[in-house]
């Protein structure tokens, strides 16, 4: 999405041989990934992490195009807000311990980036949503002055036609219009790039979406917003609601939401790109000179430009990557984790969605006969909903039935298996056990970041219909939580301040 946007309006022609191009990159590919050997080649691991820029009044400060032209890092990058920014990781071998290396290059460049906010009034905070937002904080006036995202919100309003509705029920409930797509940018998040096997990619993929529910439950950091107590993992409802380009009803029934979990077990891994082709307008139609046809038959392989850009404005929270560096090879984007509570919680995070992956993986021919895709859509939704407490249903490879389980009940009885699974990967030891015990405790006293917010928050909120108290209540707990974040103790580990 930091491709360059031409200085004039998108014309029919432009949409035309985008639309081509993208056609004849779907036949391109269904012969490359035929091709044998293609994305051969060592796993490997790459993130991003979006922030928060937070004053000392723990409320937004939008100074991101400051600190990018103060920090000059390459690996830095704005996001749609004036008030978010989003590192981006340099990509690590799955062998040894790429997750404390991401650790100590996020370490590095948090100093860095914090020296340059400093004298802005700024520092970086990493949560899913800053409990202090406010709606003045969202209007149009705070997007990222850069053409990328004026085309792109352009495009969005366009296709629904009508302002954003948000509607949420949780222990509160929140209704809210918004002319913008400035919400969105409410959602701060942790994405982890997996390259697996190319020949594998569809049993790691549908293994990575059956596991979602589990980790997202354990993961959760985003409570609510506006001071609405809303779900354990607002984000999910949040995002989709604030970018979703159907409007009418008529459009709902139509038409599909470019941010959704799926629409099946996947059986070919370039059913993915086809369907994102199908289903999904382009909204970005910017092509290149590069014919794809022509480049694979010279015995090159093509870079896809339009099919990547394409994908790149659809948002599965589980996403199919092409790349077509170092000989091309496959992804998974891992996109539905929450900006953690700290380092360390978000590499444990990291390391039980691909050990639960990694553990499900021999079994997924039964696994996905038994469980209907439905129900992995469903199960996704229950646990961004309720978090530790919402009912799974779950195929239990014993008795060969589904059964209704807690993500706890499910964790607690497969963890040992996920430990051997991640014993027999090429990582080391002291890896491994540096963060499965954080997910052990956080599984055992039920602390995610999410609970630990609310808990929180409850303890200073004398009156919950009142809007000022709410308000105070949740900017002492804001204080505390960056307080807790800067030990880089993991959230299981947290206390309630009295």
Known sequence: MGQSIPDRPFTDHDRKLFQQRLHDSLS??????????????????GAELEYYLVNAGQTVHPCNQEILAAVNDPQLTLELNRFNL?????????????????????????????????????????IGILPTLSPGDIDSGMMTDVPRYHCLSDALKSLR????????????????????????????????????????????????????????????????????RLWEETRIALFKQSIDSRGSDVDRRRRLARVDFGHGWVTDAWNLFASAVAIYPP???IH????????????????????????GSTWPW?????????????????????????????????LLAIGLARYLLPHMATLTALLPFEYAEYNFYQAARYGLKARLVWPCLQTLSLRELTPGEVLTGCLDGVELALRDSELNA??????????????????????????????????????????????????HYRNHQKTGQPVGDWSLEP
């Not at 700290?342 to 590499?347: E, G, P, V």
Request: charged share 20%; proline share 8%; with cysteine.
């Open 28 to 45: 391109t590919l269904r012969e490359v990934l035929r091709e044998p050997g293609f994305g051969a080649g060592p796993q490997s691991l």
């Open 86 to 126: 989003e590192y981006n990781l340099n990509p690590q071998n799955f062998s040894g311990s790429p997750l404390l290396s991401f650790e100590e290059e996020l370490q590095d460049a948090q100093q860095r980036i914090n020296r340059a906010a400093d004298p802005l009034g700024a520092d970086l905070v990493s």
């Open 161 to 228: 036609k009508e302002p954003f509705r948000i509607h949420i029920d949780g222990t509160d409930s929140l209704r809210y219009t918004c002319p913008e797509v400035t919400l969105e940018g409410a959602n701060t998040s942790f994405q982890l790039h997996w390259r697996v096997p190319a020949a594998e990619f569809v049993d790691y993929y549908n293994a990575i979406q059956l596991s979602t529910p589990l980790v997202l439950a354990l993961s959760g950091n985003s409570p609510g917003i506006f001071g609405k």
């Open 283 to 285: 909204l970005l139609p």
């Open 288 to 311: 290149t000179e590069q014919d794809p046809v022509k480049v694979w038959g010279s015995g090159r392989l093509p870079d896809f430009s339009e099919l990547r850009l394409h994908m």
């Open 318 to 350: 589980n996403r199919a990557i092409l790349d077509p560096q170092n000989n091309g090879h496959l992804r998974i984007e891992i996109r539905y984790l929450p900006s953690p509570p700290s380092l360390t919680d978000m590499s444990a995070n990291a």
């Open 430 to 479: 002291t890896e491994i056990d540096r963060l499965l015990p954080v997910i052990r405790n956080r599984l055992q006293n039920g602390q995610t970041g999410s609970v630990w917010q609310r808990t929180q928050t409850a303890l200073y909120c004398k009156d919950w219909s009142d809007a000022s108290s709410v308000a105070e209540a949740h900017t002492r707990m804001l204080t």
